[in-house]
């Protein structure tokens, strides 16, 4: 049998999704119940981080301790990855010795030389182009707060980058319209849009992109790695706040997601995503829940 990955929300396929996204469901129930599952005991995770990570570290680590087993962080300052060892001399080496491999890095290209090399399934932690496991959390969250994202219009409001491209594949796999709304030169990958064909719209004007939506969504104005972007970004993005007057446009009963790390007065109004629409806490606890069905149902 080839072994699976999850590099992308379409390695899964409809079916899969849908069925994954009620297991992180349960699981949060669970958890919350205080009951042991250990469907992964004595099993190791390596996980690679090329770049930061709150809220990706501390999910999968603590998911793979639930679930009875164990995660290796792993940074390119203390391993041989950051002296220059090539990513297939790695990947071959950490597959021979642990159960799957988790990498949050720069290129997408390198994720997937890793998971060619890997005998063991390689979970996608983030990269320039997708961010994959926020997008689960993220609609088993919608669907937690609405009961389904299916025929929902969603509004992502700002850069065309990997969390707008993890958007994307979404309204995709799970039949809902996306209304990106970006400035001119920040536009998500041409060639994404177009195997979207009619569930994705783009424009530049953020009410039209706004008025009645079910979910707004936005992110970071520069990502990791854009950090000497900022100052010229923030002239480009100024018009692209998620702010109370924008969430006016919205459907009365519409909820405001980020990933996080957020930056008030930035890409979000502090009243906003404080605010009584936002479900931003919820949507961050969630990425535990849901990389839990997720490794549940590549290693277990
Ligand atoms: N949303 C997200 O991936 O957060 P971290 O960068 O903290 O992992
Ligand atoms: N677009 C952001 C997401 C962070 C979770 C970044 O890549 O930095």
């Not at 501390?58 to 203390?78: C, I, K, N, W, Y």
Request: hydrophobic share 40%; with cysteine.
């Amino acid at each position: 049998m080839t072994t699976r990955h999850f590099l992308s929300l379409m390695d899964l396929s409809r079916d899969e999704l849908k069925q994954l996204l009620k297991r992180g469901i349960e699981l949060k129930k669970m958890q919350h119940a205080g009951e042991i599952f250990e469907p992964l005991k004595n099993k190791v995770m390596a996980m690679i981080f090329d770049k930061s990570s709150t809220r990706t570290r501390v999910s999968f680590e603590t998911g793979m301790a639930q679930f009875g087993g164990h995660a290796v962080f792993l940074s390119p300052r203390d391993t041989q990855l950051g002296r220059g060892e090539p990513i297939e001399d790695t990947a071959r080496v950490i597959s021979s010795m642990v159960d799957g491999i988790m990498v949050r890095t720069f290129s997408h290209s390198s994720l997937e030389t890793l998971a060619e090399y890997s005998k063991v399934p390689v979970i996608n932690g983030l990269t320039d182009f997708v961010h994959p496991c926020q997008l689960l959390a993220d609609m088993q969250c919608y669907i937690e707060h609405r009961q389904t994202i299916e025929g929902r219009t969603v509004t992502y409001i700002g850069d065309g980058n990997n969390m707008c491209h993890s958007y994307i594949n979404a309204a995709r796999q799970l039949d809902f319209k996306l209304n990106i709304a970006c400035p001119k030169g920040y536009e998500p990958d041409a060639e994404l849009v177009k195997l979207a064909g009619d569930c994705v719209e783009i424009t530049h004007d953020t009410v039209a992109a706004t008025e009645n939506s079910d979910l707004i969504v936005t992110d970071v104005w520069a990502s990791m790695g854009q950090e000497e972007e900022q100052r010229i970004r923030e002239q480009a993005f100024a018009g692209f706040q998620v702010n109370e007057a924008l969430m006016k446009h919205a459907d009365k009963d519409a909820l405001f997601m980020h990933c996080l790390p957020a930056h008030r007065g930035e890409e979000v109004s502090a009243g906003v995503i404080d605010g009584a629409q936002s479900v931003v806490w919820d949507e961050a606890e969630n990425r535990l829940h849901a990389q839990k069905a997720l490794m549940e149902f590549l290693m277990a």
